[in-house]
Structures are given as C-alpha cells and as structure tokens.
C-alpha cells in the first residue's frame, strides 16, 4: 500500500498520483484532512510495525492533514480528566506521525512543529549565511539593533494568521505577514511599555530570491525574481496576480547545495522548501525551511520532474530516479 | 555586465524570416527581428562586448533599444560571467503523466451508446482524464445529461462538448444549466447558433460557453490553424520538441465507432463495439504520427511559431507527403503573412484531393 | 449565507481597533504590522466541489486540457 495523507483538495497530490498511476501502481490509499484514530491499532515491537491505518505500508507521504483522537463528550464534571485526555492522546497521535516517519517515507506530521529559531541556529551551524536576528520585547534594544541597518523587518515566530472569532461563521484574520518595521512604528513604542517579543531582522536586499526544493538529498532549485514587482519586494508569497514574479531554473553552486543537505539532516526532515535571498554582492542567505510548501509553482515554472520523483521514490524506483535527477542537471 | 541573458522559461523560436521569444510562463509571444535573434549565443545569452565590437553605428543603437524594450518586458535581464552558469536553459522533457492524454468522441446522430461506466475504466487504464465531445446532431437532454454524470464522479478531469445549437434547448435555458451543473465542463460550444459570441467567459478557462455561427457538421472541418489556437506553455513547447503537437497520445472515435488516432484520419485500428481502447492503442501503426515533429515537417521547420502551434497530419498541402506542410494553414514564415488557405492557388489541388 | 451590511462590518472592525488600542502595550512589539480583515464564511456545498474519483480529491475547481483539442473553427 502506498499511503498519502493530504487534504482532499491540494493539487500537487493529484499531480503525484497521476505519475503513480502512469508508473503502474495499483494500491493507493489517500487520507484527506483530519484522520480519526478512535478505530486504528497500532502494533509496535523488535521486529516490526503495522498501523491498521494503512495495512501493508509500502511507502508513506505525509502533505497535509492531522491525526486526531475524538474524545467523546460525557457532561464529564471533572475538566482535568477531559484535559488529561486531551494530554494523554496528543502522544498517541504524535507517536503515530513518529512512526510513519520511520517507514519508507516522505515528510511527517512531526515536520509541522519545525522551529524558525532552532533552524537559524542550525543553519548557522552547517555553516549557512542567516540574517541578523533578534527577537526580544525590549524597546532600547529594537531601537538600538534599528540603528545598525538602513531598514528592519518583522515577522511572526511560527505563526502568521490569526482567526479571532466574533461567533460561527464570522471572524477576523489577522495576518502576522513579514513586514518592514520603519521608523514611525520604532518611534511610536515607548520603553516604559511592557510588550510581549518579536522577531526583528535587517532587511535584505535582494538581486533575487530562491526557492529550493528538498527531497532524500535532492535539490531542485528556483531563482524568483520578486524585486521587478514592487508589491513582493518584502515577500514574495504576496503574488501579484497581474504580474507574476519570474521564476526560472537556478543551479546552486556545490559547497551550497552541500551545506544545505548538512543542515536538512541536522533538522530531521526528509524533505522541504528552503527560502533563500541572493543579495547584490552575491551572499545566499538562509531565510527558512517549511515542511509543506507549495510544488507545482516550482515544478511548473522550472519543468522539474519533482512529482514523478515523488511517485518513484513511494515506489522504490530510486535507481531510475537518481539517474534522471542527474540527465537533467 | 557581460550578458543579456534570456528568462529560461523565455525561449528564442528562430524562423526563415524572424524570430519569436515564447514566454512560456506568463503566455505571451513577442516576434524579433532575426539580427538580434541571431546574436544570441546558444539561444540565450547575448555578449554585450561583442555585440558592441560587432555591430556598428545606427544598427547598434537600435538593437540597444531593442534589447531595453527586453529587459522592459521581463523577457530577459543582465547578469555577468559567473551568473550565467548559475541559470541552466529549461529542461527539455515533456512531463506529462499518461499513455493516452486526451480522447475525441464524434457523434454523428446524438448518442454515444458505448459511453458507460466501463468504457470510462478504459479510459482511466490509460490515464486519460481529457475528454472532448463532438456532437454533429443533437443529443437528447437526457442522453447528455446521463454521459455528464458518468463524468461527474469518475477520473475524467475536464471535458469539452460540441454540440448544434438548438433553439428550444436555448429557451429552456439548458446550456447555462449544463455549465452551472456540471463543473467539468471547460468548454460546451454551440455552433450554427444565430450570432458568435461567449455567452459565459468562465474561470481559469473553465465553464466556458461559447456560440458560433460556424457550421461543423462533420470531422473534415478540423484541421484549422490560425494564431487563436497557438498554446503558449511549457508542456506544449516541450511536447513538440519531441512529439506530434496535434496526434500525439491522442485516441478518437470517429462517427462510424471506428478507433482512430484522429477521426478525420482514414487507418482505424478496430471497432469499438469488439475492440478495446488499449488493443486498438498497441496496434502496429497507431502511433506513426506521433514522433513527426515540426521540425520534420516541410514549411513548420522554418516557422517561428512552430513551438507554440498545433499541427494536422490529416489534411495535407501535399497528400503523398507524410511530412507536408498543414493543408489549412495560411502563414507563410518566409514573408512573415497570413492568408486566407482555402483561396491559395498553391492548396486548390489538395482541397479538391480532400473534400 | 447572506453577507451583514457594511454598517455592521465597519462595527465590527472598529471594536476590533478599540481593543487593539487600548491593549497595545499586553501585544507582541510588532502589532503595529498586523494586517486584518473580516470574513464571513461561506461553506462551499459538497456538490459544488469537483469530485476526482479514484484520486480521491475534491477540488474547487477542476483543470482544463493544457492546448487545443482539435481545430474545429476559428478562434
């Protein structure tokens, strides 16, 4: 069985599915969104595993969606044992996602609690350029970092939308967006004032920006030239609809790619998009790594055969895989 | 700077008389002059120090303008030496996951009685997911309406329909029902309708209706090329650098249930009452047309449009010719003008062979 | 569901600024860059969604073939 776990509409999972299909497999199973474990066993022990989600795992694609454990309402008077409960079952799903992951797989669940933090710092350990960060609630200090740089950004911790609820089907999204942090804002706060932290970063300029694709060592990369269009100078995922951002094949030099494959490893994930900024003197710097990105804007613009990678590697065609990756360097 | 270097996914198509950039990103197509073209090394990158070496005076202050009016475009930018190896050319593969990927059905009388259930589990083996629905008369309400169904839940990811325009299904409003129902209509097209025009423009080229006056009331009106069909994207640029851009992975029925290539085509490979689709697919000869690409065919091979264009290898400018000019094309890439085909003195010996 | 008139959109959002303000100083440093805007949301039916049988996908909206068909008339 090779399973998928994704949302019934994400395209880049059709698009895989397509080349399993053309490639000749014959048992494929998609989860979409959220996955009840109520009903699933799973059996773990020195010889093996098995999920009964999945019966026989041939391989396993972790791209969207969650495990869940629905915990029944009894009118239970006692709120602790709901919130022992609640507790208790996180582990059990979290132990699921940790044991797909062993199998022969792509991604996990896991892969969504990646930390922007932890991956500057270990980016700077596998010897990546990272930006200056500080992250602090500290007026003197923000002001005193604003000094060093002719401009700053801001920009959310792990988080960046907020749905703030007026009743069921009416809310507010507040978007927590990379932003620069000009002057007027920096004046406005008062050190007196006891704020809770952000991340402050100095603003870089950019000749252009990198979108890279991760895969079981693989790299496809992508040069996104964002500065042409004003409206995605600061970030690029603000498309501009009437114009879009070219986007164009990139080949990293080798120590790069090299560095990039060493800090993936140190993270533990098997497979994710990596921003970078080419700055005008030439510098690459690592910005972040999500897990989930988008594929069929990289894979489309570029014609990289990321999704026909994707299906050969959930069928152990690596050999062909391999040899493919390299004819189209 | 060293280099103007074009956007990979920016390609230089060369042509006898000029030359296009296909911006295959964004969908547009910007002819050049073949001076500027031919400076191009390896069809991308232009030495600005030898461009100024090379060309002199008026001749170098004007391809000066050209090349801003590039940049000014996004079709290309400057980059030095070492950039340049840092931006590798578009990868070539045609990537397009399936053994058949697109069908035609002709109907001559209304009904397509073979399309059921099994007959879409034909389709899906072969990972075909694009369908087009030719109808020649009018099909039942129902009859329709029971084929849309069948799509509606099956693998089948989009499906055009032709059909005569017919005035009492305008009156029921039938046509906007079918387009607001059934949401894997790209295209439903009513011809013979009393004026041309779209009535609905749809979304991302989805739920479009369209009526025209045209009369096509059988397969031998198809073969058409003019600017209207050019596709300008990766997967039809990569396709034709190593495929048939009309007969490649295509299967068709034609109005008799014989199964074709294409059905405006003579060789049928079975009848689908007692052949399977995969049967008459892997028969010797099926896929003769498919490898002939533009750059084989007499004419197309100088064209600067021959990336972005479709083909016909059922009507020919030379019948004998199995690598002919397109019959019903009216651009000659040597003078760079369209004409009207049928009236060509060059095509009237071929339109008596053929019609 | 039918949308609320402006008048009780623009409310809404002024509460929202009201709130904003007066808990400035309780926020993260960086609110000032927070954008926001109202949604009311509007469940997609299930037969409006474009069903993918054996891919099991439900999509928005389905996907056109990437070049012309056949050649049939003038565009």
Same mark, same amino acid.
């Given at each position: 069985?090779?399973?998928?776990?994704?949302?019934?509409?994400?395209?880049?999972?059709?698009?895989?599915?397509?080349?399993?299909?053309?490639?000749?497999?014959?048992?494929?199973?998609?989860?979409?969104?959220?996955?009840?474990?109520?009903?699933?066993?799973?059996?773990?022990?020195?010889?093996?595993?098995?999920?009964?989600?999945?019966?026989?795992?041939?391989?396993?694609?972790?791209?969207?969606?969650?495990?869940?454990?629905?915990?029944?309402?009894?009118?239970?008077?006692?709120?602790?044992?709901?919130?022992?409960?609640?507790?208790?079952?996180?582990?059990?799903?979290?132990?699921?996602?940790?044991?797909?992951?062993?199998?022969?797989?792509?991604?996990?669940?896991?892969?969504?609690?990646?930390?922007?933090?932890?991956?500057?710092?270990?980016?700077?350990?596998?010897?990546?350029?990272?930006?200056?960060?500080?992250?602090?609630?500290?007026?003197?200090?923000?002001?005193?970092?604003?000094?060093?740089?002719?401009?700053?950004?801001?920009?959310?911790?792990?988080?960046?939308?907020?749905?703030?609820?007026?009743?069921?089907?009416?809310?507010?999204?507040?978007?927590?967006?990379?932003?620069?942090?000009?002057?007027?804002?920096?004046?406005?706060?008062?050190?007196?004032?006891?704020?809770?932290?952000?991340?402050?970063?100095?603003?870089?300029?950019?000749?252009?920006?990198?979108?890279?694709?991760?895969?079981?060592?693989?790299?496809?990369?992508?040069?996104?030239?964002?500065?042409?269009?004003?409206?995605? *100078?600061?970030?690029?995922?603000?498309?501009? *609809?009437?114009?879009?951002?070219?986007?164009?094949?990139?080949?990293?030099?080798?120590?790069?790619?090299?560095?990039?494959?060493?800090?993936?490893?140190?993270?533990?994930?098997?497979?994710?998009?990596?921003?970078?900024?080419?700055?005008?003197?030439?510098?690459?710097?690592?910005?972040?790594?999500?897990?989930?990105?988008?594929?069929?804007?990289?894979?489309?613009?570029?014609?990289?055969?990321?999704?026909?990678?994707?299906?050969?590697?959930?069928?152990?065609?690596?050999?062909?895989?391999? *040899?493919?990756?390299?004819?189209?360097? | 700077?060293?280099?103007?270097? #074009?956007?990979?996914?920016? @390609?230089?198509? $060369?042509?006898?008389?000029?030359?296009?950039?296909?911006?295959?990103?964004?969908?547009?197509?910007?002819?050049?002059?073949?001076?500027?073209?031919?400076?191009?090394?390896?069809?991308?990158?232009?030495?600005?120090?030898?461009?100024?070496?090379?060309?002199?005076?008026?001749?170098?202050?004007?391809?000066?303008?050209?090349?801003? =009016?590039?940049?000014?475009?996004?079709?290309?930018?400057?980059?030095?030496?070492?950039?340049?190896?840092?931006?590798?050319?578009?990868?070539?593969?045609?990537?397009?996951?399936?053994?058949? !990927?697109?069908?035609?059905?002709?109907?001559?009388?209304?009904?397509?009685?073979?399309?059921?259930?099994?007959? &879409?589990?034909?389709?899906?083996?072969?990972?075909?997911?694009?369908?087009?629905?030719?109808?020649?008369?009018?099909?039942?309400? /129902?009859?329709?309406?029971?084929? #849309?169904? #069948? &799509?509606?839940?099956?693998?089948?990811?989009?499906?055009?329909?032709? @059909?005569?325009?017919?005035?009492?299904?305008?009156?029921?409003? =039938?046509?906007?029902?079918?387009?607001?129902?059934?949401? $894997?209509?790209?295209?439903? &097209?009513?011809?013979?309708?009393? !004026?041309?025009?779209?009535? +609905?423009?749809?979304?991302?080229?989805?739920?479009?209706? #369209?009526?025209?006056?045209?009369?096509?009331?059988?397969?031998?009106?198809?073969?058409?090329?003019?600017?209207?069909?050019?596709?300008?994207? &990766? =997967? =039809?640029?990569?396709? !034709?650098?190593?495929?048939?851009?009309?007969?490649?992975? $295509? +299967?068709?029925?034609?109005?008799?249930?014989?199964?074709?290539?294409?059905?405006?085509?003579?060789?049928?490979?079975?009848? +689908?009452?007692?052949?399977?689709?995969?049967?008459?697919?892997?028969?010797?000869?099926?896929?003769?047309?498919?490898?002939? /690409?533009?750059?084989?065919?007499?004419?197309?091979?100088?064209?600067?449009?021959?990336? @972005?264009?479709?083909?016909?290898?059922?009507?020919?400018?030379?019948?004998?010719?199995?690598?002919?000019?397109?019959?019903?094309?009216?651009?000659?890439?040597? /003078?760079?003008?369209?004409?009207?085909?049928?009236?060509?003195?060059?095509?009237?010996?071929? +339109?008596?062979?053929?019609? | 569901?039918?949308?609320?008139?402006?008048?009780?959109?623009?409310?809404?959002?002024?509460?929202?600024?009201?709130?904003?303000?007066?808990?400035?100083?309780?926020?993260?440093?960086?609110?000032?860059?927070?954008?926001?805007?109202?949604?009311?949301?509007?469940?997609?039916?299930?037969?409006?969604?474009?069903?993918?049988?054996?891919?099991?996908?439900?999509?928005?909206?389905?996907?056109?073939?990437?070049?012309?068909?056949?050649?049939?008339?003038?565009?």
């Amino acid at each position: 069985m090779i399973a998928i776990q994704s949302h019934s509409d994400e395209a880049s999972t059709d698009d895989v599915i397509d080349w399993l299909l053309y490639l000749g497999a014959d048992r494929i199973k998609r989860l979409n969104g959220n996955v009840s474990l109520n009903k699933e066993t799973l059996r773990i022990n020195n010889d093996s595993g098995h999920s009964s989600l999945f019966g026989e795992l041939q391989a396993y694609w972790y791209r969207r969606g969650y495990f869940t454990l629905d915990i029944p309402d009894t009118g239970n008077p006692y709120p602790a044992v709901t919130t022992y409960f609640e507790k208790e079952y996180e582990y059990y799903t979290n132990g699921t996602a940790h044991f797909l992951s062993k199998q022969h797989s792509i991604n996990s669940f896991c892969d969504n609690h990646t930390n922007k933090i932890t991956n500057l710092v270990e980016a700077a350990r596998a010897g990546l350029l990272i930006p200056d960060t500080l992250i602090t609630a500290d007026v003197k200090e923000i002001k005193a970092f604003a000094a060093l740089y002719p401009r700053i950004i801001t920009k959310a911790i792990a988080h960046n939308r907020i749905a703030a609820t007026i009743d069921s089907d009416t809310y507010i999204n507040i978007a927590v967006d990379t932003a620069i942090f000009d002057r007027d804002m920096i004046d406005a706060l008062s050190a007196e004032q006891h704020f809770l932290p952000a991340v402050f970063q100095e603003y870089l300029e950019k000749k252009y920006e990198l979108r890279i694709f991760y895969f079981h060592g693989r790299l496809y990369s992508m040069a996104i030239f964002s500065q042409l269009n004003e409206a995605t *100078r600061i970030d690029f995922r603000k498309h501009d *609809r009437e114009t879009p951002n070219r986007c164009v094949p990139y080949q990293l030099p080798d120590d790069l790619e090299n560095k990039l494959r060493s800090f993936m490893q140190r993270i533990a994930m098997n497979s994710g998009s990596i921003d970078m900024v080419v700055t005008p003197s030439d510098d690459y710097v690592f910005l972040e790594v999500n897990p989930v990105g988008q594929l069929q804007w990289l894979s489309g613009n570029c014609n990289y055969p990321v999704e026909r990678e994707i299906a050969k590697f959930l069928l152990h065609d690596q050999e062909t895989g391999n *040899r493919t990756t390299e004819n189209h360097r | 700077m060293d280099y103007l270097l #074009l956007y990979s996914n920016c @390609v230089l198509v $060369k042509g006898a008389n000029r030359a296009t950039i296909c911006d295959l990103q964004k969908g547009d197509i910007y002819p050049v002059p073949k001076l500027l073209a031919d400076l191009f090394q390896e069809d991308r990158a232009l030495d600005l120090a030898l461009l100024k070496e090379q060309v002199q005076d008026e001749t170098a202050s004007w391809l000066l303008q050209l090349i801003d =009016t590039l940049v000014a475009s996004q079709l290309a930018f400057y980059c030095n030496r070492q950039e340049r190896k840092r931006f590798p050319a578009l990868h070539t593969e045609w990537l397009f996951p399936a053994h058949v !990927s697109h069908c035609i059905l002709d109907s001559a009388t209304g009904r397509l009685d073979y399309f059921t259930e099994s007959f &879409i589990a034909q389709l899906g083996k072969l990972c075909c997911n694009f369908l087009q629905l030719r109808f020649f008369g009018t099909p039942a309400i /129902t009859h329709l309406e029971h084929i #849309l169904r #069948l &799509i509606k839940d099956a693998q089948i990811k989009s499906v055009e329909i032709l @059909v005569p325009w017919n005035a009492a299904y305008e009156n029921a409003h =039938t046509y906007a029902k079918w387009i607001n129902e059934y949401k $894997k209509i790209s295209s439903l &097209i009513c011809w013979g309708a009393p !004026s041309t025009h779209v009535v +609905i423009p749809g979304v991302e080229a989805m739920g479009y209706l #369209l009526y025209t006056g045209e009369q096509i009331n059988t397969a031998t009106h198809c073969g058409i090329i003019n600017q209207g069909l050019f596709s300008t994207n &990766i =997967t =039809t640029y990569t396709e !034709s650098l190593h495929f048939n851009s009309c007969l490649n992975r $295509k +299967i068709s029925i034609d109005v008799q249930g014989n199964i074709k290539n294409c059905p405006s085509m003579t060789d049928s490979f079975g009848h +689908i009452t007692d052949t399977s689709l995969s049967e008459a697919l892997n028969k010797p000869g099926f896929k003769r047309y498919w490898h002939i /690409t533009k750059d084989q065919i007499a004419v197309c091979k100088d064209c600067e449009f021959r990336h @972005v264009c479709t083909d016909c290898r059922a009507y020919l400018e030379d019948p004998e010719d199995a690598c002919s000019k397109p019959l019903k094309c009216g651009y000659d890439p040597y /003078t760079g003008e369209w004409e009207e085909w049928s009236q060509h003195p060059m095509k009237q010996k071929a +339109i008596a062979y053929y019609f | 569901m039918i949308r609320r008139p402006e008048t009780e959109r623009q409310k809404i959002i002024d509460e929202f600024l009201d709130w904003l303000d007066a808990h400035r100083h309780n926020l993260p440093v960086n609110a000032s860059t927070w954008t926001f805007q109202l949604v009311e949301k509007r469940t997609v039916a299930e037969q409006e969604l474009v069903t993918l049988g054996k891919y099991n996908a439900q999509k928005a909206r389905s996907i056109p073939f990437y070049k012309p068909y056949t050649k049939i008339f003038k565009f």
